[in-house]
Structures are given as C-alpha cells and as structure tokens.
C-alpha cells in the first residue's frame, strides 16, 4: 500500500511512541516511521516526503526549542507536533508563536492524538493549550447568569483555564455565561466558578451527548460582558 502522507516519529522505542503510532496509523491513512536520533530524522527530512514531524519526549525545555526554530528557518513548513511529560511554560509560549506546531503533554487520550495530527495535516489551525488538562469525571450544575435555566452535564476533563463537558439535560449555547458548580467526588466537596461557552458541538467523544468548551473568567469579565450585551 502506498501511503500518501509521512510522519516521521523521533522518539525511543517506549510504549508512549507505540501508542502514538498505532493512534496515527489507526485509519491506514497515514504511515509513521521510526527514527531514534534527531541526527538520523535531519537526514530523513533531507530526503524529503515529511509531511509531519513527531517528537517524544520526557521534557521540553527552551533548550530543546533552537531545533524546532532551526527546521522553520530551514524553510521546512510541515506540521510539528511535540509529546512530553513536562512542558516548560516558556517552551510553550515559543511553540505557540509558531505556525502549525503543537504540544500535547502526557498523559494524552489516544483519541487526541488523532484529531490533532488529522487537522495539522488537513491544514487546520489547533490552538496550543497553555494551561495542562486533567482528565477526570465529575458532575456539574451550569446556571446560565442571563436566564437562571439550569443546565446539567459532566465534566471530562478540566485544567486552570477552563473544561470540556458534555450535557446531559437542557442546553448551552456558544457565548452563554454561565456559573459553574463542580462536584468532586472523591472528596465530597463543590466548588463554584464563573465561565463562559466558547465552543459547541452537537456530539461528544465521550457520552455522544451535546459538548462545549468553557473558559473560566473572573466576576469582572461577568460584569463586563452583560454590560456589552445590553
């Protein structure tokens, strides 16, 4: 089978890298090659027919950021995409600036790792994710601040900027603002915060239900977006 489009995976041979391989090879669209040394992916990319670059790593640090700088000044404009266990904020504020270069800190869903190489590739924008996601299962209760409705949902993952969920009664709608009362389980405690919907989606990954992005925002951004929807 000839396969249209190349990753290239610099990585160890971990099992991190065979899942990574095994998720983007999932679909038998694409093709993910080995490669152990960064040394050996130069000669690699020379030969040319990259499409996509991968890097596993344990950490990623700003010192590891002249090599990805290096490719870009090259002239080479495929996908970048790095997987670590630690991500270095500053190495994710520079990854940011760059055009199609994403990180994705472990631990990582499988799913994920299909969705993002798919858009990269197809030559969508991905939004790098500066603050680490935490993947959980919670309930919660969303009160719309303009109407008072109650919405119900769960929560699948969460990190300090904000939360993916999925609705279980009623709706929410992109814009809405809305409190947010997080149940956590294991500790038998609630915690409230205000947000706003910045993404919908008519089905979800996890319980096919309706799902949304909410971002988390202070009691002034509250203020100030009702205030401009008057």
Known sequence: MNYPVRFLLVSRKTDDAFRIKTEV??????????????????????EGDVHCLVFNFESFKTT?????????????????????????????????????????????????????CEKLVQGYDVPQRVHRRFYTNQTAVFEKVVSGELVQGRIYNLSKGGAYIEVTEGKVGLGDLVKVEIHLDKVSRSYNVD??????SQKGGWLGKPAAGVRFITAGDVYRNLLEKL
């Open 64 to 116: 590891k950021m002249p090599l990805v700088k290096s490719l870009r000044e090259a002239g080479y404009t495929f996908p970048i995409i790095v997987f670590a266990e630690y991500v270095q904020k500053e190495s994710l504020l520079e990854m940011a600036k760059l055009t199609k270069a994403v990180v994705i800190e472990r631990p990582f869903e499988p799913k994920d790792v299909w969705g993002i």
């Open 195 to 200: 947000a706003q919907v910045v993404w919908t």
């Open 25 to 46: 090879e999932r679909n038998k669209l694409y093709k993910v090659e080995l490669e152990e040394s960064a040394s050996g992916a130069i000669e690699k990319i020379k």
